[in-house]
């Protein structure tokens, strides 16, 4: 074994000196040892710590996402309700034919077909009376008429007829199409041709 004086190992220690500047010593080994395993903790903790705040933001970013997903679809859901709601309105309708037979019409339309071919039409289901007025094409809305007076054209021609709005405002229009007005009545379902009419009252 090799010996080395007390005052040999002071000058070894002076020549020798740690990174932190303290002289070498036999036990200084520990320390650093120490150092570098503090170190790496707060590395590990300083890496978990970023994860941590990652994972928080990426979690409140889906928690808006969902939260603004389900806000839209409500305020979509509402509109298609509104909408639905308007499209689905029904109308009470009173007509009095040309003999004077007053019939009331639940959930009223004006219903037309649209002749296709020979053999095939389309339907079609309104809840506005499509009108002329010289050469211009009127479509009034129901919701709009307070009531309808009409007199028969000669030799079965359309009929002239004298639309009274609900604001008190009337006009003179004949139908646009051949059609009749439909709904139901307390014996069943009712068809009136609209040249057949004299009145219309819409309640």
């Given amino acids: 074994m090799l010996w080395m004086h007390s005052s040999s190992q002071r000058l070894l220690g002076e020549a020798f000196r740690s990174p932190s500047g ?6 200084n080994g520990d320390a650093i040892s ?8 707060s590395i590990l903790m300083r890496r978990r710590e970023g994860v941590m705040k ?25 509109h298609i309700s509104a ?6 309105k029904a109308f009470t309708i009173a ?15 004006f219903y037309w077909e649209e002749k296709m071919s020979e053999t095939s039409f389309v339907p079609h289901e309104l809840r506005h ?11 009034i809305k ?3 008429i307070k009531q309808i007076e009409l007199k ?3 030799d079965k021609a359309t009929p002239a007829m004298t639309v009274t709005l609900a604001n008190g405002k009337s006009g003179e229009f004949v139908p646009a199409v051949s059609g009749s007005f439909k709904g139901e009545s307390d014996f069943g379902q009712v068809e009136i041709p609209i040249g057949s009419l004299s009145k219309v009252v819409f309640k």
Avoid at 54 to 78: D, E, H
Avoid at 83 to 88: N, V
Avoid at 129 to 139: D, E, F, Q
């Fill in 129 to 139: 009376l499509p009108s002329k007025r010289g050469t211009a094409t009127v479509n």
């Fill in 22 to 27: 303290q002289p070498w010593r036999p036990d």
């Fill in 95 to 109: 007509v009095t034919d040309a003999q004077g037979v007053e019939t009331e019409l639940k959930n009223g339309i």
């Fill in 152 to 154: 028969p054209g000669a």
């Fill in 142 to 144: 129901f919701d709009q």
């Fill in 34 to 41: 120490s150092k570098v395993k503090h170190d790496a903790a």
């Fill in 54 to 78: 990652m994972q928080v933001n990426q979690w409140l970013f889906r928690l808006g996402a969902c939260a603004l997903t389900g806000l839209a679809f409500l305020v979509s859901a509402t």
């Fill in 83 to 88: 909408a639905d709601t308007k499209a689905e």
